[in-house]
T-cell receptor, first 113, second 114 residues
């Protein structure tokens, strides 16, 4: 069975602060894929990143960065210099191959001006 | 990435009625899924919509309640039958596009049952 845990239910920061969203996963498969999605108040799910289990390189995209550590089964997401537009619910998810996603419970990020 | 549309975008329905949600993709895709997101909750997989065969349902979801059609590689429908207020949710379809593993989601259908 697969499981994704996002222990932080809600985080509130002030604009320009850095914030890290935690994600811990469980799977018995050796090949798997990890994802982050953003769900703004409008409700659509926006794909942010996919990571393969065999690629532990960290990734940076603008103000976003991801830290994948297989040793701790974690795939954390950091937003640098947060902005009000970053306010959303963020979901971490896991799949094994071309299959449906197992989602974490989500972390609601509130960025105050 | 695939462009996905859903109809309707939202609806308010009476208890006991049924609603059919459509999902249209701008390219042929092999893998298509239906998810439910109850208010304030995460996403839960309802079923995998298989082209040319019956959908594969997850535990807790049954065909009589959530019949799914997948007549071709670009289109699927999900029907929410005999609705109750507990069915009030956002229903989303998603696809795996091309040869990759990224899953893209439609904009969702926001259903309220009164």
């Amino acid at each position: 069975a697969q499981k994704v845990t996002q222990a932080q239910t809600e985080i509130s920061v002030v604009e320009k602060e850095d914030v890290t969203l935690d994600c811990v996963y469980e799977t018995r498969d050796t090949t798997y894929y990890l994802f982050w999605y953003k769900q703004p108040p409008s409700g659509e799910l926006v794909f942010l990143i996919r990571r393969n289990s065999f690629d532990e390189q960290n990734e940076i995209s603008g103000r976003y960065s991801w830290n994948f550590q297989k040793s701790t089964s974690s795939f954390n997401f950091t937003i640098t210099a947060s902005q009000v537009v970053d306010s959303a619910v963020y979901f971490c998810a896991l799949s094994t191959g071309r299959r449906a996603l197992t989602f974490g419970s989500g972390t609601r990020l509130q960025v105050q001006p | 990435s695939a462009v996905i549309s859903q109809k309707p975008s939202r609806d308010i329905c009476q208890r006991g009625t049924s609603l059919t949600i459509q999902c249209q993709v701008d390219s042929q895709v092999t893998m298509m899924f239906w998810y439910r997101q109850q208010p304030g909750q995460s996403l839960t997989l309802i079923a995998t919509a298989n082209q040319g065969s019956e959908a594969t349902y997850e535990s807790g979801f049954v065909i009589d309640k959530f019949p799914i059609s997948r007549p071709n590689l670009t289109f699927s429908t999900l029907t929410v039958s005999n609705m109750s207020p507990e069915d009030s949710s956002i229903y989303l379809c998603s696809v795996i596009s091309g040869g990759g593993y990224e899953q893209y989601f439609g904009p969702g259908t926001r259903l309220t049952v009164t």
